[in-house]
């Protein structure tokens, strides 16, 4: 089976609570399959507070380019290890990798940024232990050659390949 495309949407806390109704019809219109929203100030804090799930990438990008043109005046929280969409930052997008290119099926499917990090993370420690002279790049090349566009944070060729 293939992965999930994310949108993020991430207003400011303050810039949520507006915008929401618009939101949430935009994401109907454009055929998200649900959307969560964070519970409480913890959640509402979050930079992914707001987080839309699309069958395909056609449909994440026709409602974020609905979503651009509507909060174009929203000021913008940002997510890490996202690819942004916007210059902003208010809207960015992400894929759950296939169950087939995760390390540990036991704990379920793993989101596009947890598999990132601990890619990142398991990456870093081989550098350490190998000696290597850049550990960050070393980090970087191995995450592309596991299939991430390390420039943009994007699935490159393992979005093509998991792809439904």
Do not use: M
């Not at 219109?29 to 964070?38: N, S």
């Not at 996202?82 to 036991?106: H, K, Y």
């Not at 990090?117 to 995450?143: I, M």
């Amino acid at each position: 089976a293939g992965g999930c495309y994310k949108l993020y949407v991430s207003p400011l806390p303050r810039e949520l609570s507006p915008a929401l109704e618009s939101i949430a019809a935009s994401l109907h219109r454009h055929g998200a399959t649900e959307f969560k929203v964070g519970a409480g100030s913890t959640g509402l804090l979050r930079p992914d507070k707001l987080v839309a799930y699309f069958a395909s990438f056609d449909l994440l990008a026709a409602a974020a380019a609905d979503l651009e043109r509507r909060l174009a005046d929203r000021l913008a929280q940002g997510v890490p290890f996202t690819a942004p969409i916007d210059r902003a930052g208010l809207l960015s997008w992400g894929f759950d990798p296939p169950l087939e290119a995760q390390s540990a099926l036991w704990r379920g499917r793993e989101s596009w940024r947890f598999w990132i990090c601990n890619r990142l993370a398991r990456a870093l420690l081989d550098a350490h232990r190998d000696g290597a002279a850049v550990p960050g790049r070393f980090a970087l090349t191995r995450l592309g050659l596991e299939g991430v566009e390390t420039a943009t944070w994007t699935p490159g060729s393992l979005r093509r390949e998991g792809a439904a």
